[in-house]
């Protein structure tokens, strides 16, 4: 990952700009957490990831305009659309006859209703944007190749380990930030101490995640529009889908799968193997295109995970500890809104973590940060799940009539593309709503 310069200082002053803020997790929730703290001008601020190093790992991620104003806010943006597609059309097909049956023209409204297209790009590309904004303020230092798994909340403590254990030196912290992913050892340390049992929700649903290169479809006509177009087509069928959308300047064509989980895949990580001749046969029944897309991806690169949910938690929040993104809110891929809510976490955290004047309200201002961000979030995981079940009905004839009803203005049966749900998630101004409700939010504490 090459560092640029980027500015990434506001200018502001913290209450307490000497707080020592630990973050565990390197990925969106927690680079975000670094960047924004570092902009509101926290001078100590330190990030613990267990990768050995961050690369080109992951796939077409969406920089939707809620995500798009934050990045663009902490100067950023630039960096992550450079080899981004800004997606002009939206499109829902039959799986099996590819015709379409609703389409949405995101370039009549997108930028002009929300203020910035909706964009789609590759996760290491933002990761970048998160990553050089930090570490060029200068305040953020990042540390590879911890496992954190031994918290000690009551203290604002955590023990450095590996894989294999907790075995290194305690780290002391005034603020503990967990963004340790869908995954999170914090979460689980957090709720056992109030007697509840981190429980996974199996969905019943399993992803293949699939890229084709442009260099290999060898200028077919029929795939060509796939790559040079900037259109998202999303593929339905009983219990099945499948999105699809152009990434790196047009290079890759990144799909996204759903289907049940038969394999009883165990693995829940972005980077477990799947089998391509089982992911063919899963899919034998759609149109040609996308069995000439599913052909070509490469012999080795197609990878299967468990698609997993968590019941909203009781809390997110112990001592001066908090949970943020996956940790807290792991939100199923059917509304493209995983990276977004993250960040938003982080842009709120460092609005009301500038607020605070004496340690001693750390608790109470991470606790207005629950009360601010959970209710959303609830929401959105409540709604990406409700939209699988809708996409996926075997009761083809009410879905297809339900779908030319669509109305433009309003709601459409795929929740990721109406409007209804685009001025909720993409009206709303993290750092507005955090800047105006801190103060009556804070004395309810
Ligand atoms: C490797 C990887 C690839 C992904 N690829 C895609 C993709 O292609 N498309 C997509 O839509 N979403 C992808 N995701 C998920 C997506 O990034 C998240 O759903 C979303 O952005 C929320 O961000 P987060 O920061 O909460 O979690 P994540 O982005 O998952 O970040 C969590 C971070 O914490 C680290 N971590 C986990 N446990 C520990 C621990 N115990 N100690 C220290 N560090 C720890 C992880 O290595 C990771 O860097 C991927 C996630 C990962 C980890």
């Given amino acids: 990952m090459t560092i640029e310069q980027v500015s990434p200082s506001s200018g502001n002053q913290p209450g307490i700009p000497d707080l020592k803020i630990h973050i565990v997790g390197a990925g969106m929730g927690g680079m975000g957490t670094a960047l924004a703290l570092a902009r509101q001008g926290f001078k100590d601020i330190h990030v613990w990831e267990s990768a050995a190093q961050l690369g080109e790992v992951g796939a077409g991620i969406n920089v939707p305009p809620n995500l798009a104003r934050i990045l663009s806010e902490w100067g950023v943006l630039d960096i992550c659309q450079a080899e981004g597609v800004v997606i002009d059309t939206a499109n829902v097909l039959d799986c099996a006859t590819d015709k379409i049956l609703t389409s949405v023209n995101y370039s009549d ?17 933002l990761q970048k944007c998160l990553v050089q904004g930090a570490l060029n303020s200068g305040v953020v230092k990042l540390h590879l ?4 798994t031994k ?29 340790d992913g869908v995954k999170s050892k914090a979460r689980e ?4 101490r109030v007697g509840v049992v981190d429980e996974v929700e199996d969905t019943g649903q399993a992803a293949y995640r699939i890229m084709v290169r442009r260099s290999a479809i060898n200028e077919d006509p029929e795939l060509l529009p796939f790559f040079t177009g900037a259109q998202s087509y999303r593929w339905i069928g009983e219990k099945r889908h499948i999105i699809a959308y152009p990434i790196e300047n047009h290079d890759l064509f990144n799909m996204s799968t759903t289907q049940p ?15 391509k001749t089982e992911m063919l046969q899963t899919f034998h029944d759609f149109c040609p295109r996308v069995q000439k897309l599913l052909q070509l991806v490469p012999e080795g690169e197609v990878l299967e995970w468990k698609l997993r949910v968590h019941k909203p938690l009781p809390l997110w929040v112990d001592h001066n500890a908090a949970l943020v993104g996956d940790a807290c809110h792991p939100t199923l891929p059917h ?30 201002a991470l606790r207005v940060y629950q009360a601010i961000r959970k209710p959303r979030t609830d929401w959105a995981v409540n709604t990406a799940a409700e939209n699988s079940k809708g996409l996926h009905t075997q009761d083809k004839a009410s879905r297809d009539n339900a779908f030319s009803q669509a109305d433009a203005n309003g709601s459409n049966p795929d ?25 009556r939010l804070f004395a309810q504490q």
């Fill in 109 to 125: 409204y997108m930028e002009q209703e929300y203020g910035w297209p909706f964009t789609t790009v590759h996760r290491a590309a």
């Fill in 145 to 148: 190749g911890h496992f954190i």
């Fill in 151 to 179: 918290y000690d909340f009551d203290n604002t403590r955590f023990q450095l380990g590996t894989r294999d254990g907790p075995e290194g030196e305690w780290v002391d912290a005034d603020v503990i930030i967990a963004a």
């Fill in 189 to 192: 340390a957090m709720l056992a």
């Fill in 261 to 275: 989980d038969r394999n009883f895949v165990q693995a829940d990580t972005w980077t477990a193997a799947g089998s």
């Fill in 335 to 364: 509304i493209a809104q995983g990276a977004a809510q993250a960040i938003e976490d982080a842009a709120a955290l460092g609005v009301i973590l500038a607020k605070v004047g004496d340690k001693a309200d750390i608790n109470k």
């Fill in 415 to 439: 929740k990721m593309i109406s409007r209804d749900v685009h001025d909720i998630l993409f009206k709303y101004d993290v750092v507005k709503e955090a800047e105006k409700n801190f103060d």
